[in-house]
């Protein structure tokens, strides 16, 4: 726009260029504080601590004035001036009652004009806290009828109008609340999304916003009209409404409105540094009020805002600028030259005469300091000489208004570039989080870093999940019966704390069941049955301790750790079990530690330099006592069960037919690390020559791991069953149930009508204990050793079994089987050897601490009379100081005839007064000497 069009639409009098610089310094907004920048004065910098309210009064014609100076302020560079021209020229008297109404609608026009987009996006201001106001004040009471004819209560009435205006403000609502989209909804979704979409929500919405919206907060704390009587919100609001605001004082509500309205400035120009569009505010608002006059509500208006100032003490950035033909009574007297003055001493004295006034009586709290009452000249027509001269000196180096920049960090290019680098840096810190959760996810099996098992948990490289399961946690196991095992655990483990809670009197153990394949891969949920049940019988024990209340009774919590498949990773698993006893020192044994194998050699070695004693379950290698002082187990070497097959081989020679010659061949695993199958192999081979057999050994090569090599070139464990098919004498089976399955299958396939005479170690107790795979081969029987009597029922004659009844109801059908292969017996007595050791320690000495080492030392003291009674024979030690394999443990040879049934072909060992069979080897002297 040329310069000159520009100057023509000012009005040109004298002191012009002295009135738009007051103007342009009164708005330009500083960049630090919220006070205008100072103006000099005579040289020196002035503070200002306010806006003053401008009276412009002019002689001549104040609307051609006040437009002028609207139109100063629409062409500020760089941008508009935030500014509403309002005509007052039809307002009510301020005596009258009406000049309420009259503020109102002035206060809503400036309020519509500040709103309006041609301020520009950073200028636009919202006005939530006087529309709030402006509403009730129009929002008639009054108590009408509803659709039932019955009166409606104004609260009510006042409630559902609040709700529609606030579901209109919001676009969400009121597209949800339209009739066309309620239809199309209730249409094509269930009833209950309908229900919540279109009135839980929203009435939900509704109920907090009125509770915590700034607007609602707001009105109940601001300080006119007494707002906390009644208060409630709803009774404030209705005050407001009409006709009720009409009996109230009109100066409380006036000041009210402006209150609202100036607070809703205050908030838009509050600079926060998460807010740089208030920092791009470089001009303060002007309210141009034309014709301000005793007629209409111009100077109520004024002396209203003075007054919210006065009373909040609180910097509003707005700047009054009054246009009229008289001065307001108030600010004619505080200085009677006021009036008279001059433009041209507008800066030097005028002005500076304010400033002085208003710091020295600026405290009283009246309203006459406030007010910068100006005298405009006449305003010059075209037509005069001196127009063109006053124009050029007056108007022409002062029509331009320049208005601060926006700092650089607040500028909207900088803005957006800053967001965007922090929406990059965000994202870019959430696909780093996202990535170290993943990661942490797949190296905790699957478990965020939140979990409560997910310290105690790791994803090995063969991808099975390790560690110590705490709170339920099932290692991704397939087998439904398991997981529900797990869970028992878990459960029995919070009564435990609870328990624990309620008597600390009572001793107060954690035994850590430790086993080999309690993960899923590569495994049916058949060949994890073994290690359910050794759970279960663990669970049972648990449970009855549960149950007792002696002072002496422990309380005892189990936590399931698995080690992977052959116990490879065992050695992990007892690093994490060593940072884990640090923080629970109620941690004083491990039990479980299945399959003989290398890895639980190193496994053993490992949990004695932590120190933890063991009591092993099914384990029966010779080797595994000579690993730690420290391992104990419930089961019998292989040492004894190779005595017991070569007695019973030998009376099957005398007795009957089965065998046709006095030769026996054995089957052992080529695997260097399966110590089971290497020491029983061997202790067989032994056991047999002593009784005048001729032995035979031969290997077979077990399938490689996932991803392994062959450990040896030996045939498989089928074509090894289909080479026995024309063998004369006794073959005994010394590997592992998996390969036992694969032999029976070499011998279906070749010789099932005449199979060789079969008898397996204690490891095929697993396969005979699954119905569904020990009847896979029909017509082919077999004997194979068992840990148990092989007979068990839930009619309550045994602990274990009455309790497995109350825990595991489902398992009940399954006893009967799978009681043949004996962990859950094991696991029971292994358990209840912890349980009677404790309980020796507190009645020999009551104040000694259950320490690994103190529960060690008691459990090799269990021996004659302190012998436990088990679910699986007698367990004692025998009293020799060196011996940690019970005395003459239970060993029972069970056959499995052509119809796949079972039944006991006669047992050796203590079992309570029952005898052992006659051909079973002599027991073992008990030492009677007292044990060093």
Same mark, same amino acid.
């Given at each position: 726009?040329? /310069?000159? +069009?520009?100057?023509?639409?000012?009005?040109?009098?004298?002191?012009?260029?002295?009135?738009?610089?007051?103007?342009?310094?009164?708005?330009?907004?500083?960049?630090?504080?919220?006070?205008?920048?100072?103006?000099?004065?005579?040289?020196?910098?002035?503070?200002?601590?306010?806006?003053?309210?401008?009276?412009?009064? /002019?002689?001549?014609?104040?609307?051609?004035?006040?437009?002028?100076? /609207?139109?100063?302020? &629409?062409?500020?560079?760089?941008?508009?001036? !935030?500014?509403?021209?309002?005509?007052?020229?039809?307002?009510? $008297?301020?005596?009258?009652?009406?000049?309420?109404?009259?503020? %109102?609608?002035?206060?809503?026009?400036?309020?519509?004009?500040?709103?309006?987009?041609?301020?520009?996006?950073?200028?636009?201001?919202?006005?939530?806290?006087?529309?709030?106001?402006?509403?009730? #004040?129009?929002?008639?009471?009054?108590?009408?009828?509803?659709?039932?004819?019955?009166?409606?209560?104004?609260?009510?009435?006042?409630?559902?109008?609040?709700?529609?205006?606030?579901?209109?403000?919001?676009?969400?609502?009121?597209?949800?609340? /339209?009739?066309?989209? @309620?239809?199309?909804?209730?249409?094509?979704?269930?009833?209950?999304?309908?229900?919540?979409?279109?009135?839980?929500?929203?009435?939900?919405?509704?109920?907090?916003?009125?509770?915590?919206?700034?607007?609602?907060?707001?009105?109940?704390?601001?300080?006119?009209?007494?707002?906390?009587?009644?208060?409630?919100?709803?009774?404030?609001?209705?005050?407001?409404?009409?006709?009720?605001?009409?009996?109230?004082?009109?100066?409380?509500?006036?000041?009210?409105?402006?209150?609202?309205?100036? @607070?809703?400035?205050?908030?838009?120009?509050?600079?926060?540094?998460?807010?740089?569009?208030?920092?791009?505010?470089?001009?303060?608002?002007?309210?141009?009020?034309?014709?301000?006059?005793?007629?209409?509500?111009?100077?109520?208006?004024?002396?209203?805002?003075?007054?919210?100032?006065?009373?909040?003490?609180?910097?509003?950035?707005?700047?009054?600028?009054?246009?009229?033909?008289?001065?307001?009574?108030?600010?004619?007297?505080?200085?009677?030259?006021?009036?008279?003055?001059?433009?041209? @001493?507008?800066?030097?004295?005028?002005?500076?005469?304010?400033?002085?006034?208003?710091?020295?009586?600026?405290?009283?709290?009246?309203?006459?300091?406030?007010?910068?009452?100006?005298?405009?000249?006449?305003? #010059?027509?075209?037509?005069?000489?001196?127009?063109?001269?006053?124009?050029?000196?007056?108007?022409?180096?002062?029509?331009?208004?320049?208005?601060?920049?926006?700092?650089?960090?607040?500028?909207?290019?900088?803005?957006?570039?800053? $967001?965007?680098?922090?929406?990059?840096?965000?994202?870019?810190?959430?696909?780093?989080?996202?990535?170290?959760?993943?990661?942490?996810? %797949?190296?905790?099996?699957?478990?965020?870093?939140?979990?409560?098992?997910?310290?105690?948990?790791?994803?090995?490289?063969?991808?099975?999940?390790?560690?110590?399961?705490?709170?339920?946690?099932?290692?991704?196991?397939?087998?439904?019966?398991?997981?529900?095992?797990?869970?028992?655990?878990?459960?029995?483990?919070?009564?435990?704390?609870?328990?624990?809670?309620?008597?600390? +009197?009572?001793?107060?153990?954690?035994?850590?069941?430790?086993?080999?394949?309690?993960? &899923?891969?590569?495994?049916?949920?058949?060949?994890?049955?073994?290690?359910? @049940?050794?759970?279960?019988?663990?669970?049972?024990?648990?449970?009855?301790?549960?149950? &007792?209340?002696?002072?002496?009774?422990?309380?005892?919590?189990?936590?399931?750790?698995?080690?992977?498949?052959?116990?490879?990773?065992?050695?992990?698993?007892?690093?994490?079990? +060593?940072?884990?006893?640090?923080?629970?020192?109620?941690?004083?044994?491990?039990?479980?530690?299945?399959?003989?194998?290398?890895?639980?050699?190193?496994?053993?070695?490992?949990?004695?330099?932590?120190?933890?004693?063991?009591?092993?379950?099914?384990?029966?290698?010779?080797?595994?006592?000579?690993?730690?002082?420290?391992?104990?187990?419930?089961?019998?070497?292989?040492?004894?069960?190779?005595?017991?097959?070569?007695?019973?081989?030998?009376?099957?020679?005398?007795?009957?037919?089965?065998?046709?010659?006095?030769?026996?061949?054995?089957?052992?695993?080529?695997?260097?690390?399966?110590?089971?199958?290497?020491?029983?192999?061997?202790?067989?081979?032994?056991?047999?020559?002593?009784?005048?057999?001729?032995?035979?050994?031969?290997?077979?090569?077990?399938?490689?791991?996932?991803?392994?090599?062959?450990?040896?070139?030996?045939?498989?464990?089928?074509?090894?069953?289909?080479?026995?098919?024309?063998?004369?004498?006794?073959?005994?089976?010394?590997?592992?149930?998996?390969?036992?399955?694969?032999?029976?299958?070499?011998?279906?396939?070749?010789?099932?009508?005449?199979? !060789?005479?079969?008898?397996?170690?204690?490891?095929?107790?697993?396969?005979? $204990?699954?119905?569904?795979?020990?009847?896979?081969?029909?017509?082919?029987?077999?004997?194979?050793?068992?840990?148990?009597?092989?007979?068990?029922?839930?009619?309550?004659?045994?602990?274990?079994?009455?309790? #497995?009844?109350?825990?595991?109801?489902?398992?009940?059908?399954?006893?009967?089987?799978?009681?043949?292969?004996?962990?859950?017996?094991?696991?029971?007595?292994?358990?209840?050897?912890?349980?009677?050791?404790?309980?020796?320690?507190?009645?020999?000495?009551?104040? #000694?601490?259950?320490?690994?080492?103190?529960?060690?030392?008691?459990?090799?003291?269990?021996?004659?009379?302190?012998?436990?009674?088990?679910?699986?024979?007698?367990?004692?030690?025998?009293?020799?100081?060196?011996?940690?394999?019970?005395?003459?443990?239970?060993?029972?040879?069970?056959?499995?005839?052509? $119809?796949?049934?079972?039944?006991?072909?006669?047992?050796?060992?203590?079992?309570?007064?029952?005898?052992?069979?006659?051909?079973?080897?002599?027991?073992?002297?008990?030492?009677?000497?007292?044990?060093?």
């Amino acid at each position: 726009m040329a /310069s000159n +069009e520009l100057d023509s639409s000012i009005p040109v009098f004298r002191g012009a260029g002295h009135l738009l610089r007051l103007i342009a310094d009164l708005v330009r907004r500083p960049r630090r504080r919220e006070c205008p920048e100072p103006v000099r004065h005579r040289g020196v910098a002035q503070g200002r601590e306010g806006l003053p309210v401008v009276c412009l009064v /002019s002689g001549g014609d104040h609307t051609q004035l006040a437009k002028g100076i /609207s139109y100063f302020l &629409s062409h500020a560079d760089p941008r508009r001036v !935030p500014h509403v021209l309002h005509d007052l020229a039809d307002g009510a $008297a301020p005596s009258d009652p009406e000049s309420v109404e009259a503020v %109102r609608s002035t206060l809503e026009h400036l309020a519509r004009g500040f709103a309006r987009s041609v301020n520009g996006s950073d200028g636009r201001v919202r006005f939530r806290r006087f529309g709030l106001v402006n509403w009730l #004040m129009q929002t008639g009471a009054g108590g009408g009828r509803d659709d039932t004819g019955g009166l409606e209560g104004t609260d009510h009435t006042l409630l559902r109008g609040l709700r529609e205006r606030e579901f209109r403000r919001r676009r969400l609502f009121g597209v949800l609340r /339209s009739p066309e989209t @309620e239809l199309a909804v209730d249409g094509t979704v269930p009833w209950w999304v309908w229900l919540f979409a279109v009135h839980v929500f929203p009435l939900a919405w509704f109920r907090l916003r009125r509770g915590l919206g700034c607007e609602y907060r707001w009105l109940l704390n601001q300080p006119y009209l007494a707002p906390r009587d009644p208060g409630t919100f709803i009774g404030f609001a209705e005050r407001l409404t009409a006709p009720h605001h009409q009996v109230e004082d009109p100066q409380q509500v006036r000041k009210l409105m402006v209150n609202a309205f100036l @607070e809703d400035l205050r908030v838009a120009f509050r600079r926060r540094i998460w807010r740089p569009r208030t920092a791009r505010r470089t001009a303060y608002c002007v309210a141009l009020l034309d014709g301000t006059a005793d007629g209409n509500c111009g100077y109520a208006l004024m002396q209203a805002v003075i007054d919210v100032r006065n009373e909040t003490g609180a910097f509003d950035p707005l700047l009054v600028v009054g246009c009229g033909a008289e001065p307001p009574a108030a600010g004619s007297q505080i200085r009677a030259d006021w009036g008279h003055s001059s433009l041209w @001493e507008l800066t030097e004295r005028l002005y500076g005469g304010w400033r002085d006034t208003f710091l020295h009586t600026g405290r009283a709290r009246n309203r006459a300091p406030w007010y910068l009452p100006v005298t405009v000249p006449e305003l #010059m027509p075209p037509s005069e000489e001196s127009y063109e001269l006053t124009r050029r000196l007056e108007v022409g180096q002062d029509a331009r208004l320049r208005i601060p920049e926006p700092p650089l960090w607040a500028r909207r290019a900088v803005s957006l570039a800053v $967001a965007g680098c922090v929406t990059a840096g965000l994202l870019g810190a959430g696909a780093l989080v996202l990535r170290g959760e993943s990661a942490y996810r %797949r190296a905790h099996c699957g478990l965020s870093r939140f979990a409560d098992d997910a310290g105690t948990l790791r994803t090995v490289e063969t991808g099975e999940c390790i560690g110590v399961s705490r709170h339920g946690f099932t290692f991704h196991s397939p087998d439904a019966a398991l997981n529900e095992t797990l869970a028992k655990i878990s459960e029995q483990n919070g009564r435990a704390d609870a328990a624990h809670r309620a008597a600390p +009197e009572r001793p107060f153990v954690t035994l850590v069941h430790l086993s080999a394949l309690l993960s &899923s891969t590569g495994r049916s949920s058949g060949q994890l049955a073994y290690g359910r @049940e050794a759970l279960q019988g663990a669970a049972s024990a648990q449970a009855r301790q549960l149950r &007792s209340t002696g002072s002496a009774e422990p309380i005892v919590r189990i936590f399931p750790a698995n080690a992977g498949s052959g116990m490879r990773f065992g050695t992990r698993v007892v690093e994490m079990l +060593e940072e884990l006893r640090r923080q629970d020192p109620s941690i004083v044994g491990v039990t479980g530690l299945d399959q003989s194998r290398e890895a639980t050699n190193r496994t053993i070695r490992k949990l004695t330099e932590v120190g933890l004693p063991m009591v092993a379950t099914t384990l029966s290698a010779d080797s595994l006592v000579r690993q730690s002082p420290m391992y104990f187990q419930v089961s019998p070497q292989n040492s004894r069960e190779a005595e017991v097959a070569a007695a019973y081989a030998a009376h099957l020679v005398r007795t009957t037919g089965r065998i046709g010659k006095k030769q026996v061949r054995v089957i052992g695993s080529a695997d260097p690390t399966d110590t089971y199958s290497k020491t029983l192999s061997g202790d067989v081979v032994t056991r047999f020559r002593a009784r005048g057999f001729t032995v035979e050994r031969v290997s077979y090569t077990p399938p490689p791991a996932p991803g392994g090599e062959p450990v040896s070139d030996a045939p498989g464990a089928g074509a090894v069953g289909r080479r026995t098919c024309a063998y004369p004498g006794l073959v005994f089976f010394a590997g592992r149930s998996e390969d036992f399955e694969t032999l029976l299958g070499g011998i279906n396939e070749s010789c099932n009508s005449s199979p !060789p005479a079969l008898i397996g170690g204690d490891d095929v107790a697993r396969l005979a $204990a699954d119905e569904e795979r020990r009847t896979h081969y029909p017509g082919i029987p077999y004997d194979f050793l068992d840990f148990t009597l092989g007979s068990a029922r839930c009619d309550g004659t045994s602990e274990l079994y009455a309790e #497995m009844s109350r825990l595991f109801p489902a398992e009940c059908a399954k006893v009967p089987s799978s009681s043949l292969d004996g962990h859950a017996a094991l696991g029971f007595d292994a358990v209840k050897l912890y349980i009677n050791a404790v309980k020796q320690l507190r009645e020999d000495a009551a104040g #000694m601490p259950l320490t690994p080492p103190a529960v060690w030392h008691a459990i090799s003291g269990v021996h004659g009379d302190e012998a436990l009674d088990g679910e699986s024979g007698i367990i004692g030690f025998g009293g020799d100081v060196d011996r940690q394999v019970p005395l003459d443990k239970l060993l029972s040879v069970q056959h499995i005839d052509e $119809a796949g049934r079972p039944a006991q072909a006669g047992f050796c060992g203590r079992v309570g007064g029952r005898r052992q069979s006659a051909w079973c080897p002599r027991w073992e002297p008990e030492v009677t000497a007292p044990r060093r």
